[in-house]
């Protein structure tokens, strides 16, 4: 297999990885997973992916930079690329962590049962940039009295009643696969 080849495959099975939950899971907490991510994993999160870019930039990619002779436009060249290059490292390290949380939650460990019948209190809609509309529920969750955001797959109005039996996983976390 060729360099190219090899980083196709790389970047669809990171794809598919980041995608698996969003496909195979119909009901997961989005927030709760966030919390954790922005309470235990987001300093390391950070260090790795700038001091990563900055090595890999300077052994690899700096060799492709365009020939100039002024100082100044060299650093602010390497300067831009590493942060740039950092900011985009996070991202894909930020959804490989995020979807991690998720399936680990489903599939790892016992998962309780539980029956979710409450009012819906507000309704989230958007877009995603490939057009696809987004879907998320707040209520209170009956579990521990908190507001909980859902994502869903379907529209919802503010007043209805949410009516699921959905399942506690390993990170505490509400989720559904049907």
Known sequence: MNSKTKYVLIILGIAIFIAFPFFNIKYFEIGTSLKIIYKYLLIPLIIVSFLGMTICYLKFLKKYNPPTNSKAKKITQDFFNVFLGGISVGLVLLGIILSTIITTNAYLGTSKNIEI??????????????????????????????????????????????????KIGYWNQLYSKN
Request: no cysteine.
């Open 117 to 166: 019948n409450t009012e819906i209190l507000n309704y989230i809609t958007g877009k995603t940039k490939f057009g696809r509309t987004t879907h998320q529920i707040e209520f209170i969750n009956p579990n521990d009295g908190q507001m909980l955001r859902l994502e869903v797959y379907k529209k919802y109005n503010v007043g209805d009643i949410f009516k699921k039996e959905m």
